[in-house]
């Protein structure tokens, strides 16, 4: 992660020297020159896609060698499920999901995800088809993270439509099933420099919404519906990565 560039700074600092390999999350156009020069005291660079490599270059990345390796899944774990078994595990507080709709976001509650936006598109589209009974939106995410999931969903009107896990977290073993209770994974993230939960639940036969920015669609392609962007905006905390948006009308219509 970025990490290692602080990691690499300090051990200088405090004298200690061992090669360092470096495996960076590049999600998003726009790394720091600054962050490209501390990484260049290490032994290589790794990233998770060629766009990450591209990025990385393009700050002005002057240090030894540059590759990529990208994620993978274990197929024996992730793979397609029976639907209705998968959905007969989750206690859904009396509610028949049998035969519904099922919507599903799977990742981190953090500002570049855009929780929010995939709350809001999502109620935006229910509203628009006539709020359906039987559709629902699945939120396995850590709850105390950046978004407030429970006050959104109130003041979007979609709390009764909302299902969470309840504890936040699931053993890896379970997660197969709850892909396998989705009809589509739908994300807004502004970037990512890989999508690891897409490629799980892709292995698990769940179809795939996402915007087109970031690592994700070097190694993608189609196999993802793809909403461009509209626009784009950038991180603060003198960061400044380009973060790609796509607009309310452009996600609901895909």
Same mark, same amino acid.
């Given at each position: 992660?970025?990490?290692? /560039?602080?990691?690499?700074?300090?051990?200088?600092?405090? +004298?200690?020297?061992?090669?360092?390999?470096?495996?960076?999350?590049?999600?998003?156009?726009?790394?720091?020159? $600054?962050?490209?020069?501390?990484?260049?005291?290490? &032994?290589?660079?790794?990233?998770?896609?060629?766009?990450?490599?591209?990025?990385?270059?393009? #700050?002005?990345?002057?240090?030894?060698?540059?590759?990529?390796?990208?994620?993978?899944?274990?197929?024996?774990?992730?793979?397609?499920?029976?639907?209705?078994?998968?959905? #007969?595990?989750?206690?859904? *507080?009396?509610?028949?999901?049998? +035969?519904?709709?099922?919507?599903?976001?799977?990742?981190?509650?953090?500002?570049?995800? &855009?929780?929010?936006?995939?709350?809001?598109?999502?109620?935006?589209?229910? *509203?628009?088809?006539?709020?359906?009974?039987?559709?629902?939106?699945?939120?396995?995410? +850590?709850?105390?993270?950046?978004?407030?999931? &429970?006050?959104? /969903?109130?003041?979007?009107? @979609?709390?009764?439509?909302?299902?969470?896990?309840?504890?936040?977290?699931?053993?890896?073993?379970?997660?197969?099933?709850?892909? $396998?209770?989705?009809?589509?994974? @739908? #994300?807004?993230?502004?970037?990512?420099?890989?999508?690891?939960?897409?490629?799980?639940?892709?292995?698990?036969?769940?179809?795939?919404?996402?915007?087109?920015?970031?690592?994700?669609?070097?190694?993608?392609?189609?196999?993802?519906?793809?909403?461009?962007?509209?626009?784009?905006?950038?991180?603060?905390?003198? @960061?400044?990565?380009? &973060?790609? @948006?796509?607009?309310?009308?452009?996600?609901?219509?895909?």
């Amino acid at each position: 992660s970025w990490n290692v /560039a602080a990691m690499s700074d300090s051990m200088s600092v405090q +004298n200690v020297w061992c090669p360092i390999v470096g495996y960076l999350a590049i999600d998003s156009e726009n790394v720091s020159r $600054g962050v490209a020069g501390q990484i260049s005291n290490l &032994r290589a660079v790794v990233c998770h896609t060629q766009y990450g490599v591209d990025q990385l270059k393009a #700050s002005g990345y002057a240090g030894p060698a540059v590759t990529f390796i990208g994620h993978g899944v274990d197929t024996g774990l992730y793979a397609p499920l029976d639907k209705k078994e998968c959905r #007969s595990g989750f206690d859904i *507080k009396g509610r028949d999901i049998g +035969n519904a709709f099922i919507f599903g976001f799977v990742g981190m509650n953090q500002p570049r995800k &855009r929780l929010d936006l995939v709350l809001a598109y999502f109620a935006a589209w229910w *509203k628009g088809a006539g709020k359906p009974e039987n559709v629902y939106l699945y939120v396995h995410t +850590n709850f105390d993270g950046y978004w407030d999931v &429970r006050q959104m /969903a109130d003041y979007l009107g @979609i709390r009764e439509c909302v299902i969470r896990t309840e504890t936040g977290a699931l053993p890896e073993a379970q997660m197969p099933a709850l892909y $396998g209770a989705l009809d589509v994974m @739908i #994300s807004c993230a502004e970037g990512e420099s890989w999508g690891l939960t897409s490629l799980e639940s892709m292995a698990c036969g769940v179809p795939q919404i996402a915007v087109k920015c970031g690592g994700m669609p070097s190694w993608a392609g189609d196999s993802i519906y793809w909403v461009e962007p509209s626009f784009y905006t950038y991180t603060g905390n003198q @960061i400044n990565t380009k &973060r790609w @948006i796509a607009s309310e009308d452009d996600y609901i219509t895909a």
